[in-house]
């Protein structure tokens, strides 16, 4: 074989080489596309006036070269109709044969969506549908990832407080004990601690001293307990008042404080209980 020919023998083997790589990415290009892995919610701040969340798209990238995603879209609908639309540049990298994470930040007011939604205005859950799509590039074209990921994000209620019962005892010349007793429940779907709450009561112009709250600790999902609060009234006319059955004005319990949940502590709204005279 001549020189001549054995170079040309060279060439066209390189050529059909190189024409069969192509012809693998191509085909893994139209195969083998990215796709999403996984969506892990995180509730980054709650209250009781909304809750933010991020949501941790998981986009696997089955080739060994590292793609980009430069696009990305996406919706979510609650009850069935679109409540928020979003548009990013995140200009994230998907490593070859790896994960990357896109994070789609979410906020929800729950003032708005009670607004729009008429029927989650006693919901402690706010079901979704979130959809959208990445554009991925660094293959032979874009392409669309698409997304789909259904769930529920809490909707933080408050507690309730209510039948409240009052007792008096050991009274004497100058004041007696007070020994109130309230039901108080949990309407959320997780835990609420309530320890860090601190409670007053009043009867018309009078205020109980040294208000003291048992331990209810924590509340779980959906369920009630009892709340009992102790403390005293001073003063002759009270202890007159007593003595003679009346009663001493209208009664008022107020509260303040910070609840505790899976997220954090959450400052509880100042709030009262009363019961007219």
Known sequence: MTFEKALLTLRQSWIVLALLLLGQAAG????RRPEVRAVNVAITSIDFNGVEAVFNVEVYNPHPI??????????MDVAGTEFIRAEQSPDIDLPGEGVGILPLPVQIEYARLQQT???????SEIPYRLHGAA???????PYDVTLEHKGKLPMLRLPSFSSPRVRFADASLTGAKVALEVDVHNPNVCSLG??????SLSFGPTQV???RASALGNLAAGSSGKLSLAGEVTGIGIVQQLARGEKLGGFVMAWSGTVQTPYGSVTLPAGQLGIKP
């Open 28 to 31: 893994c290009s139209s195969s």
């Open 66 to 75: 590292r793609l980009t995603v430069p696009k990305l879209q996406y919706a």
């Open 117 to 123: 939604f008429a029927r989650l205005e006693d919901a």
């Open 135 to 141: 554009v991925v590039t660094g293959l032979d074209r």
């Open 194 to 199: 309530l320890a860090d709450i601190s409670y």
């Open 209 to 211: 001293g040294h208000v």
